[in-house]
Every structure is written in structure tokens, then in C-alpha cells.
């Protein structure tokens, strides 16, 4: 097969994929491992095809194949750890985003995936989408922080504004969530001036990635509250102030502001 043929079957097979043909690209994506087995990039796009497709079986076994040609390949842990989760293996999941962030500490995909696994654990809301026993594996909000920080010392606003606009919004979406994600756990482990200053974190990355007009106003009513329930009132008074700038009528605001002062002498915070 040519190199040209070559080349068209493999962006075939991504735009296929893309538009969630998947019986389309997974055609292609054989027809380039016939022509070359041992190359680990075929395999990996093969296994998180299949992946996509939900067939967890096929997923499993090109990811396999994928580490006996390329044994550090870090794409594949990070698959694995995927297919452990729609396995509801969520021990081992962890145990191959790890091996993945092994292979290389910079792998922010791997990161974030875990970041989310140990989110999903640590809050109660959600622990009814997983198997019982789940809370046992991880019961220690520290994980989460720790790995949030570890990611969050990666955002670099002068290079993630180089970047294209589609990108760049896609990867400041990602530190986002991470900083809610970190601001989640602070908060269940009722440390509430680190849970304010990752919600600021969140507003800056925001501001960021999206400008002054970025929608924080969620963000701005909860480090409020969480400033009211310190009992700090200048701080307070300075986050009733910019939620009243976003107010279109002042009646509106102080409907508003009493709603949410109740809100925070009762420990609702909504994170």
C-alpha cells in the first residue's frame, strides 16, 4: 500500500470516527494493521475505536496488543484504565492511569481522568453509579488534592492563549473543572479558605481562557457564602458587591442575597 493511501485510510478513519461512524473506521483502522501489525499507533487507534463503539472486549484486546509492541506507551495504560471503568474495575482503572502517569508525569489526559475517578468516589451524590464496595478503594480526600494540585501547577495562561481558539477552550474548560474538582474536595474535608481560593482559581483560569464576560456568577455566590460563614464580612461584602454589578434589578439582588444568606447559615453550598 502507498503512503498516500496509507495517509488517506488513517484521516478516513478519524473523520469517520469523529462523525461516530464506527463501523466505517474501524474497516479502515484493520485494513492499516493488516498492512502493519507492529505498529502500536494502528493498535491504539483500533482499541479506543472499539472503545467508542462500546465494545469493551475488542477495546481490551487492542490496547494489550498495543503494550506488547510499545511497552511505555502511556496512551495505552490510559485506555486500559478507560476500559477498567466501563468495567466498573475501578481499583484497577486506578491502578493503570497511574502506571500511565509513570510513563510520563505530563500526561494530562491520564491526570484528569484519575482526578475524575477520585472525584466520583468522594462525593455521596454520586457514588449510586458504582458498584458496591467502590467507597472502599478510595477513601482518602487527599488523593483528589493532590492530584489536582500536581495538574493545576501545569496551567500556563501565556501558553494556553497561543494556542488555537478550539483548543484553547478545550483545555481551559479542562482546568476548570479541575479547580471545582479541587475546590470539592477542600470543601468535604471542611477546609474552606483552600476551598475559596481554588473557586478563585477556577474564576481566574475562566477569565483566562474566555475573557471578562466568562459566566462565574455560580462561582461568585459560592466563595461568598463560604466567606459568610467564616464570619468574614468584608469579604463577604465585597462578593455581594459583584454579585449585585451582575443583578439586572437591584430588587432582584436582594432577593437574591437573602436567599443565599439563608443558603449559607444553613451549609448549603452547592459544589
Known amino acids: 500500500m502507498s503512503r498516500n493511501k496509507t495517509q488517506a485510510l488513517l484521516l478516513e478513519a478519524k473523520a469517520y470516527r469523529d462523525l461516530e461512524r464506527y463501523p466505517e473506521a474501524l474497516e479502515n483502522l484493520h485494513q492499516l494493521v493488516e498492512q502493519d501489525s507492529d505498529n502500536p ?48 474495575k475501578y481499583e484497577e482503572a486506578e491502578k493503570y492511569y497511574l502506571k500511565s502517569l509513570e510513563t510520563d508525569p505530563d500526561f494530562f489526559n491520564a491526570r484528569f481522568m484519575l482526578i475524575k475517578l477520585y472525584s466520583n468516589c468522594f462525593f455521596p451524590e ?3 453509579q458504582y458498584q458496591q464496595g467502590y467507597k472502599e478503594v478510595f477513601k482518602d480526600y487527599s488523593k483528589a488534592v493532590e492530584q489536582c494540585n500536581i495538574a493545576l501547577q501545569g496551567y500556563n495562561s501565556q501558553k494556553i492563549n497561543k494556542l488555537k481558539k478550539n483548543e484553547r477552550l478545550d483545555i481551559g474548560m479542562n482546568y476548570c473543572v479541575i479547580a471545582h474538582h479541587l475546590a470539592r474536595a477542600y470543601y468535604k474535608e471542611q477546609k474552606q479558605e483552600e ?55 437591584e430588587q432582584d ?19
Open 195 to 249: 476551598t475559596i481560593q481554588a473557586l478563585q482559581r477556577a474564576v481566574s483560569i475562566g477569565k483566562d481562557v474566555w475573557g471578562e464576560g466568562v459566566n462565574v456568577f455560580g462561582e461568585y455566590i459560592n466563595i461568598f457564602k463560604l466567606y459568610h460563614l467564616l464570619g468574614d464580612k468584608k469579604n463577604a461584602e465585597k462578593y455581594l458587591e459583584i454579585i449585585r454589578s451582575q443583578c439586572s434589578t
Open 126 to 128: 454520586r457514588l449510586n
Open 41 to 88: 499507533n494502528y493498535l491504539y487507534l483500533l482499541g479506543s475505536t472499539y472503545l467508542e463503539s462500546k465494545n469493551v472486549e475488542f477495546a481490551k484486546k487492542y490496547a494489550l496488543l498495543t503494550l506488547e509492541k510499545k511497552t511505555d506507551s502511556k496512551e495505552a495504560f490510559e485506555l486500559l484504565g478507560l476500559i477498567s471503568e466501563a468495567e466498573k
Open 253 to 271: 439582588f436582594q432577593k437574591l442575597k437573602k436567599d443565599i444568606t439563608e443558603q449559607a447559615e444553613n451549609g448549603d453550598i452547592y459544589l
